[in-house]
């Protein structure tokens, strides 16, 4: 499967895969909303604005179909984001989406381990992410007290995760800051 990194003409259409990945999840966490948006495509919105986006990390797998197929010729995207543990530099991973049209063909998981391999490329030393250990844990994800590594919200519990990379410092220990829009985005 082929991943790359986004380019400028895949905004639109990664927008989509998101709005289409979480509706479903949308519907339940805020049945009220206006718009029906969900909150994960405002959060890309918003991120892409900061300077917490790295260009680098955000990869999309094109989808085998033409481009008017559901997702606009994208089967799925991932991104992770400048983050910080104290004054020391991580990435936060997500949000990661794939369109309902591709679920179930290893469109999340070529997605993760793409942007797992480029971010020890680059020399990152962890990710943190929020979501369940039984899926995250196949990348290497452990929970983030293991590695002393507190999650910006206690109640998030063990699906708050890290996956540490090899170095020859011990990765750092404290508080886990994701970068600003996800503080600002409601419902995530």
């Known amino acids: 499967m082929l991943i790359r990194r986004e380019n400028p003409g895949d905004v639109e259409a990664v927008r989509a895969v998101a709005a289409a990945a979480f509706a479903p999840y949308e519907a339940a966490r ?73 679920h179930r063909r290893g469109v999340g998981s ?34 983030s007290e293991t590695y002393g590594v507190t999650a910006p919200d206690p109640k998030w519990g063990t699906y708050f995760q890290v996956r540490v990379f090899e170095r020859p410092v011990p990765p750092p220990r404290g508080p886990f800051v994701y970068a600003k829009p996800f503080s600002r985005v409601d419902g995530g």
């Open 110 to 143: 070529a997605l993760v381990h793409a942007v797992l391999g480029a971010a020890e490329a680059l020399g990152e030393p962890l990710v943190a992410l929020l979501g369940d250990p039984a899926y995250y844990s196949r990348f290497g994800f452990e929970h």
């Open 30 to 102: 805020n049945p009220d909303r206006p718009d029906g948006l969900p909150v994960e495509v405002t959060l890309l919105d918003e991120l892409r604005a900061d300077p917490g986006w790295l260009p680098e990390l955000s990869l999309v797998a094109p989808a085998p179909a033409p481009a008017n197929a559901p997702g606009g010729g994208i089967a799925g995207h991932v991104v992770c984001t400048r983050a910080h543990i104290g004054s020391v530099p991580v990435l936060g991973l997500g949000p990661l989406a794939v369109h309902p049209a591709h």
